[in-house]
C-alpha cells in the first residue's frame, strides 16, 4: 500500500521547491500526535521545526481539534462580502488586543504570501486614496515574504525568484543591518525614500527566516522605521514567522519602541492545523479608506475570507498561546537554546550560532567559506538527523530548532546532543 502511495504521488503530485525528478523521495507519513511524525516504514520522526514554523501546540491537540469539530457542525463556512460571524469578529478583537501596536482592522486571508500581498495592495492604495502616486517598496537583501508576484518582488531575487524575474515589480533593496553597517543601511534606506515614490518598507521584523535565521537589532528597527515616518513611508512588519512567541515577546515588533503601520500574521496564528493569513492596520491606514465611494474600497477577497471555523480554530489557538503553561513553555525554551548558545559560541566548525527566543539558529563552516541555500551539506545534515529519529531542515549549512512549545526538557536535550554528536562527525570528515 505504502510503495503505491509512494510512486502514485511520484508520478501525480507535486512538491514544494522540489525538482520533479529526485533520488531522494519523499517519507509517506500516516499519523502526528504531540512532537511527532509517524512514518509509514514504522519510523518515528521528533518535528523540531514545527511543520515548517507553523506547529505550535503540538499535533492533533484536542482542544484544537475539538474546536474545529464544534464549529464546523454549527457554522462552518459563509462567503464574507455582506455577512459577518462571531468567531470572525471575536478574533479579530481578541486578537488586536494581543498584537498592540495600535493595530485596529484585520483583514483575512489564508497564508502568508497573501497576508503580505494584501498589505502591499493596502499600502499603495492608500496613498492612491490620499491622491498620491506612490507604489514602490523597499525590502531589506536576503528578504522572503512569500511566493505570489507582489510577495515575490520585495523578496531577495535567486533561486525563489529566478524563472519569474522579468515579471517582478522593480524593489529596491537595502543592506542587511548586520550589526557593523548601520550608518549604510540608513543613509541607503534614506536616499531610496526621500523622492516620495515609495508607498512602504516592508521588513522581517528581528530575524530573517528563510535567509537563515540571522538577526539584528531592535534598536536599529527602531531606527530604520522613524526614518521612513519622517519621509512619509509606511511601515510593513511581516510577521509571518516571528509572531506567536518565536522571538521570545508575544510579536518579534513588541522588542521595539515604534510600531509599523501595516502587519502581516500568518503560520502560528492557527496553532498549525489549519491556513490562515491575517494583515491588520492602523487607524491611520484605514482612514483614506473610510468612504462610501466604490472606487476607493479595497478591491480584494477571497473565497475562503474569514473560513468560520478556521477563525475559531485562530481564537481558540490563541488563547492557548496567551495562557500561563504556554508563556512559561516558551521561557524554558529561550532559556534553554541560550544555554546552548553559551555553551558552543566559540565552536571551530561553527561559523555562527544565535538564539532568540524560541529559535536557535547554527551556521557551519563549510570547507569553502561559503554559505548558500544549495550548499551540498544540507543533505548530509538531513540525513543525519533522519537517521537519529529528528526532523530538522537546514537552509543550505545552517541549521535551526524551532520546536512546537509543548517540547518537553528531555525532547530538547536530545535535540541538543545529536546536534553535539554531528558536530564531532564534522570533525572527522
Ligand atoms: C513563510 C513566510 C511567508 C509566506 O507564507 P506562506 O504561508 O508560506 O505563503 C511570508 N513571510 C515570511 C516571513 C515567512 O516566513
Not at 36 to 45: I, V
Not at 129 to 138: D, L
Request: proline letters at 4%; one cysteine or more.
Amino acid at each position: 500500500m505504502s510503495k503505491n502511495i509512494i510512486e502514485t504521488d511520484a508520478a501525480h503530485v507535486w512538491h514544494p521547491y522540489s525538482p520533479l525528478l529526485t533520488k531522494r523521495p519523499v517519507a509517506e507519513v500516516v499519523s502526528a500526535k504531540g512532537m511527532y511524525l509517524h512514518l509509514a516504514d514504522g519510523s518515528t520522526l521528533l518535528d523540531a521545526i514545527s511543520s515548517w514554523w507553523v506547529n505550535i501546540h503540538g499535533h492533533a491537540n484536542e482542544v484544537l481539534a475539538n474546536a474545529v469539530k464544534e464549529q464546523i457542525l454549527s457554522l462552518d463556512h459563509t462567503l464574507f462580502a455582506g455577512f459577518t460571524h462571531k468567531p470572525a469578529v471575536e478574533f479579530a478583537t481578541r486578537f488586536l488586543e494581543v498584537v498592540a501596536c495600535e493595530q485596529q482592522r484585520v483583514f483575512y486571508s489564508e497564508n502568508g504570501s497573501t497576508a503580505v500581498e494584501v498589505a502591499l495592495k493596502l499600502a499603495v492604495q492608500y496613498w492612491k486614496n490620499k491622491g498620491q502616486n506612490k507604489t514602490a517598496f523597499v525590502a531589506i537583501e536576503g528578504a522572503f515574504h512569500g511566493d505570489t508576484f507582489g510577495a515575490m518582488s520585495v523578496s531577495a531575487r535567486g533561486l525563489f525568484t529566478e524563472a519569474f524575474e522579468s515579471l517582478l515589480n522593480p524593489v529596491v533593496f537595502i543592506p542587511f543591518p548586520d550589526g557593523s553597517n548601520d550608518e549604510a543601511v540608513l543613509s541607503a534606506l534614506e536616499s531610496y525614500i526621500k523622492d516620495d515614490t515609495v508607498a512602504a518598507f516592508i521588513y522581517e521584523p528581528l530575524i530573517q527566516g528563510t535567509a537563515g535565521m540571522r538577526t539584528y537589532s531592535p534598536a536599529m528597527l527602531d531606527k530604520m522605521i522613524r526614518l521612513c515616518r519622517e519621509h512619509n513611508v509606511l511601515c510593513i512588519a511581516d510577521e509571518v514567522m516571528t509572531g506567536f512567541g518565536r522571538t521570545g515577546k508575544k510579536f518579534a515588533s513588541h522588542y521595539c519602541e515604534t510600531h509599523p503601520d501595516i502587519m502581516c500574521f500568518s503560520k502560528a496564528i492557527t496553532g498549525g492545523l489549519l491556513p490562515l493569513g491575517v494583515t491588520t492596520c492602523t487607524r491611520e491606514v484605514e482612514a483614506p479608506f473610510l468612504t462610501e465611494e466604490l472606487n476607493r474600497a479595497f478591491f480584494h477577497g477571497h473565497s475562503y475570507t474569514a473560513n468560520a471555523t478556521i477563525c475559531k480554530l485562530a481564537l481558540t489557538s490563541l488563547e492557548l498561546f496567551e495562557s500561563e503553561p504556554c508563556q512559561n513553555d516558551i521561557k524554558r525554551i529561550e532559556a534553554a537554546h541560550k544555554k546552548f548558545f553559551l555553551t558552543y559560541v566559540n565552536h571551530k566548525n561553527i561559523k555562527r550560532i544565535q538564539s532568540l527566543g524560541t529559535i536557535l539558529a547554527i551556521e557551519l563552516q563549510t570547507s569553502n567559506g561559503k554559505t548558500t541555500y544549495e550548499h551540498e551539506m544540507r543533505h548530509f545534515l538531513y540525513d543525519f538527523f533522519i537517521a537519529k529519529g529528528i526532523l530538522l531542515r537546514p537552509l543550505g549549512n545552517i541549521i535551526y530548532i524551532l520546536p512546537p512549545y509543548i517540547i518537553t526538557n528531555e525532547e530538547l536535550n536530545r535535540i541538543y546532543k545529536t546536534v553535539e554528536e554531528m558536530l564531532i562527525v564534522l570533525d572527522k570528515k
